[in-house]
């Protein structure tokens, strides 16, 4: 291989003899940048016969306490093994012992991400290939649901009631803790979503950030692993319902969250089809789920609309390394989804939801 220069974030030196003391790996290691990841910086670990691990670090520069923690990441996947299809965690290493920031480093899955359309030529070519992906996440997020949170230890106890509360709480604070710019669409979505939150009915493992480019998919469109757990917790499932609705777009929508969602391709399917097998695996009520359905909805493109005002803002102050893309396509993608949050709140379904009595901002 030529050699090549360590991508931003990556001391090459330490990082590389901290990977061999963990991996197997032949001649010259390189670090290559995985395109799409918005959050931690995650690389291939690259040697003479190709991608052997993945390593994952925070961003660069400052972001709030307990944002972007690889190391509650790992611990996350240690304590999924054998309940859940994740990749295993090889090592971790704190900040300071090679390099300026926590490393983790984890198991390389062959299967394929699907987050633009191009991605879906190579493996999944016709319509056939891709009616399993959907099914397959919902009985995936239905597995994961089942999940005792007791196998997270000392961490089973977060959150368990009022998760979507102390969600719009923290996701409002680390947006404005971090923002370069005023959104009132953002505001004006967090106080409308206080005010209706409904009173959460179970507790289980969440991911947090549940949606197609976060399941690595075998060539039959089964979850070969689901990935990207620094946003996990315990508290409502329902929140990874409609996360993984919020992000399946159809051919049909006026507004998506993604600029060009794979999902609209032919042989993907409906959002009420991922529903239904997410109910049937689950052996939830379903009538419950589809009548608090609208709010979840709204509320995860709410946070999305955060999380790209989060991003706009890091790359901004390039915090972000090398991406591909700038940071002006950023900020009108999240403030086209804070106003695509706002216009769900708007929809009958929503507005016929009552205020909480209790309802703290």
Same mark, same amino acid.
């Given at each position: 291989?030529?050699?090549?220069?360590?991508?931003?974030?990556?001391d090459?030196?330490?990082?590389?003899?901290w990977?061999?003391?963990?991996?197997?790996v032949?001649?010259?290691?390189?670090f290559?940048?995985?395109?799409?990841?918005?959050s931690?910086?995650?690389?291939r670990?690259? $040697?003479?016969?190709?991608?052997?691990?993945?390593?994952r670090?925070?961003?660069?520069?400052?972001?709030?306490?307990?944002?972007?923690? *690889?190391?509650?990441e790992?611990?996350?996947l240690r304590a999924?093994?054998?309940?859940?299809?994740?990749?295993?965690?090889?090592a971790?290493a704190?900040?300071g012992?090679?390099?300026?920031?926590a490393l983790?480093?984890?198991?390389?899955?062959?299967?394929?991400?699907?987050?633009?359309?191009?991605?879906?030529?190579?493996? !999944?070519?016709?319509?056939?290939?891709?009616?399993?992906?959907?099914?397959a996440?919902?009985?995936?997020?239905?597995?994961?649901?089942?999940? $005792?949170?007791?196998?997270?230890?000392?961490?089973s106890?977060?959150s368990?009631e009022?998760? *979507?509360?102390?969600?719009l709480?923290?996701?409002h604070?680390?947006?404005?803790?971090?923002?370069?710019?005023?959104?009132?669409?953002?505001?004006?979505?967090?106080?409308?979503?206080?005010?209706?939150?409904?009173?959460?009915?179970?507790?289980?493992?969440?991911?947090?950030?549940?949606?197609?480019d976060?399941?690595?998919?075998?060539?039959?469109?089964?979850?070969?692993?689901v990935?990207?757990?620094?946003?996990?917790?315990?508290?409502?499932?329902m929140?990874?319902?409609g996360?993984?609705l919020?992000?399946?777009?159809?051919k $049909?929508?006026?507004?998506?969250?993604?600029?060009?969602?794979?999902?609209?391709?032919?042989? !993907?399917?409906?959002?009420?089809?991922l529903l $239904?097998?997410?109910?049937?695996?689950?052996?939830?009520?379903?009538?419950?789920?589809?009548?608090?359905?609208?709010?979840?909805?709204? !509320?995860?493109?709410?946070?999305t609309?955060?999380?790209?005002?989060?991003?706009?803002?890091?790359?901004?102050?390039?915090?972000m390394?090398?991406?591909?893309?700038?940071?002006?396509?950023?900020?009108?993608?999240?403030?086209?989804?804070?106003?695509?949050?706002?216009?769900?709140?708007?929809?009958?379904?929503?507005?016929?939801?009552?205020?909480?009595?209790?309802?703290?901002?």
């Amino acid at each position: 291989m030529t050699q090549q220069p360590a991508p931003v974030g990556i001391d090459q030196g330490l990082v590389t003899a901290w990977v061999r003391d963990h991996v197997e790996v032949y001649g010259e290691v390189i670090f290559e940048r995985i395109a799409g990841g918005r959050s931690n910086l995650t690389f291939r670990v690259v $040697d003479e016969r190709g991608p052997q691990a993945v390593l994952r670090r925070p961003p660069l520069g400052h972001h709030p306490k307990g944002a972007h923690d *690889v190391m509650r990441e790992a611990r996350t996947l240690r304590a999924l093994r054998g309940h859940l299809a994740v990749p295993s965690v090889l090592a971790t290493a704190e900040p300071g012992e090679y390099g300026d920031s926590a490393l983790l480093l984890m198991e390389f899955l062959d299967g394929a991400i699907v987050r633009y359309p191009s991605d879906l030529s190579e493996r !999944f070519p016709d319509e056939t290939s891709r009616a399993r992906i959907g099914p397959a996440m919902a009985e995936t997020l239905a597995s994961l649901h089942s999940v $005792d949170p007791a196998v997270l230890g000392h961490e089973s106890g977060l959150s368990r009631e009022d998760h *979507v509360v102390r969600q719009l709480r923290t996701w409002h604070r680390t947006w404005t803790a971090t923002q370069v710019r005023e959104s009132d669409a953002i505001d004006e979505g967090h106080a409308w979503l206080a005010a209706h939150a409904p009173h959460q009915r179970s507790t289980a493992i969440v991911h947090g950030d549940f949606r197609v480019d976060n399941c690595l998919l075998d060539r039959g469109g089964e979850v070969l692993g689901v990935l990207d757990w620094e946003l996990s917790t315990v508290g409502d499932p329902m929140t990874d319902v409609g996360q993984m609705l919020a992000y399946w777009a159809q051919k $049909d929508d006026e507004t998506t969250i993604l600029n060009d969602p794979p999902t609209v391709a032919p042989g !993907f399917s409906s959002r009420s089809q991922l529903l $239904d097998a997410y109910v049937s695996a689950s052996g939830k009520d379903a009538d419950y789920i589809r009548s608090v359905l609208p709010y979840y909805v709204a !509320f995860n493109v709410w946070k999305t609309a955060c999380i790209l005002e989060n991003v706009y803002s890091r790359m901004f102050r390039h915090e972000m390394g090398e991406t591909d893309r700038d940071p002006a396509s950023f900020g009108a993608q999240a403030h086209s989804v804070a106003a695509y949050a706002l216009d769900l709140m708007r929809v009958d379904e929503c507005r016929g939801l009552r205020p909480r009595l209790d309802a703290r901002r």
